[in-house]
């Protein structure tokens, strides 16, 4: 899995901005994210929009007392295309640094799988309580920034569905199930917004006996708020929250709007 700043910015989401134009198709946001009400890490995202194509770009570091103890900062892309089965990634790619740590994770699609994993340094050697990816486990799967983008014809279509996430190591199935609609008003959007929670399932590509994971399957509560991006048809996150064994991980959107 990934490093939990950047990891849990992509799961926990946040991605892309919520206002736009009908007509705008660049966009830039900036995010925060907070451990038990403590500010941890932010992001700046780019992200553009033509025709059925997406590309995001954003820069992830840690910030206030994290930064003090763990200096994490790095960059992360996803481009794609949207289909009528959700979001059809063409490559995916972090790169980190934590203290004096370098890692990276790239991964290539093609039709509509995918074709090449690499991750470094290396993964570490596999006990007996890995459960190796299936040889169908790779089909039809969203990294972690596509597994947030949906393409939805209206608010109550965004829900209802199970997104099959692969973040270079863990395949996992991300339930969204619709839990509440209310307004709400943030800097540069005001309107309908629907509250979804996901059940997270992993399938393979991890430890059985890894207690995070565990966790975030039997007892995790995570709720994640979608907002229409402008008139193009996409929802994205605006807020997120996920409870972990040791407390709430919070992700809320503190600037977006269109840059054409």
Known sequence: MLHPVPYFL????????????????????????????????????????????????????SA??????????????????????????????TDYVSGKKASLVDIRFSGGRVTRTQVAPPPRKRGETWIPLGPDDLRGVAD?????????PSLDKVCGRTVKMYDGELRADLKLTEVS??????KGFMGQTVTCRMG?????????????????RDRSRIMVTFAPVGE?????????????????????????????
Do not use: C, W
Request: hydrophobic residues 40%; charged residues 20%.
């Open 64 to 93: 206030g007392l994290a930064a003090f103890f763990d200096d994490t900062h790095g960059a992360i892309s996803s481009r794609g295309s949207f289909g009528e089965g959700g979001t059809r990634p063409d490559a995916f790619r």
């Open 144 to 152: 972690p920034i596509a597994a947030t983008i949906i393409r939805a």
């Open 200 to 216: 997270f399932q992993p399938v393979s590509g991890y430890r059985s006996d890894k207690k995070a994971l565990t966790f975030l």
């Open 10 to 61: 992509a799961l926990a989401l946040a991605v892309l901005p919520v206002q736009a134009t009908a007509a705008g198709k660049n966009f830039s946001a900036e995010y925060s994210l907070s451990f038990l009400g403590i500010p941890i890490a932010r992001a700046n995202f780019d992200s553009t929009y033509e025709g059925d194509s997406y590309a995001v770009t954003g820069k992830v570091s």
């Open 181 to 186: 609609r209310r307004e709400m008003s943030i």
């Open 232 to 260: 193009t048809g996409v929802y994205a996150p605006i807020h997120a929250t996920v409870s972990t064994e040791i407390g709430t991980i919070t992700v809320r959107a503190r600037r977006f709007g269109a840059t054409d």
